[in-house]
């Protein structure tokens, strides 16, 4: 099971970009990348996920570089509402006896 | 709004109680997930089911157990509460039995042992 390592938090004035970056030195050849956000006292959501180069939706891009043992999330100007935690995962569609483990992800503090 | 439904909200129970959480899934999705969340803690993933079978085992105490049921919703039995058992429990659903595929999580429930 690939471990991931990201910085444990991070501040931001609003409407920088912001990047997160997380090792995952051991990834396996199907492993997907992915990324959660989450909201005090909510459930985690869904941001983004990617294999290879870059992924890009609504909400953020994803860069992973051609070795794939790190990946950056991105996310554009942000705002006051993106303060949450941040979680990078590293999984194969087929780990379903090996599930992802979340850790404690990169707490995210945006600043007026 | 994820699909995913859990109840309770809020549960405030006495050290050595039981007590059972109970999630529906979005529908059609067949993979269960459970999570507690301590505070300032991580995610940890406790245990997964698939179509009714158990998938994946977590670090779930043995005091804890769950099932899911043919209609797809699952429970989570805690039993012998005690104070370290003060969490937040999420569940999450998912199409796919892999754990890469997109997790869609419930509102939690936030168990409060006294």
């Known amino acids: 099971l690939a471990k991931t390592t990201q910085p444990i938090s991070m501040d931001s004035y609003e409407g920088q970009e912001v990047n997160i970056t997380c090792s995952h030195n051991n990834i396996a050849t199907n492993d997907y990348i992915t990324w959660y956000q989450q909201f005090p006292s909510q459930g985690p959501r869904f941001i983004i996920q990617g294999y290879k180069t870059k992924v890009t939706n609504e909400v953020a891009s994803l860069f992973i570089p051609a070795d794939r043992k790190s990946s950056t999330l991105s996310l554009p100007r942000v705002s006051l509402s993106d303060t949450a935690v941040y979680y990078c995962l590293v999984g194969g569609p087929n780990s379903g006896n090996t599930p992802l483990v979340f850790g404690k992800g990169t707490r995210l503090s945006v600043i007026a | 709004d994820s699909g995913v439904t859990q109840t309770p909200k809020h549960l405030i129970t006495a050290t050595g109680q039981r007590v059972t959480l109970r999630c529906s899934p979005r529908?059609?999705?067949?993979?269960v997930y459970w999570y507690q969340q301590s505070l300032d803690q991580g995610l940890q993933f406790l245990i997964q089911y698939y179509n009714g079978e158990e998938r994946a085992k977590g670090n779930i105490l043995e005091r804890f157990s769950a099932q899911q049921f043919p209609d797809l919703h699952s429970e989570l039995n805690l039993s012998s509460l005690e104070l370290g058992d003060s969490a937040l429990y999420f569940c999450?659903?998912?199409?796919?039995?892999?754990?890469?595929?997109?997790?869609?999580f419930g509102p939690g429930t936030r168990l409060t042992v006294t």
């Open positions: 999450a659903s998912s199409s796919q039995i892999g754990g890469s595929y997109e997790q869609y």
């Open positions: 529908s059609g999705d067949l993979s």
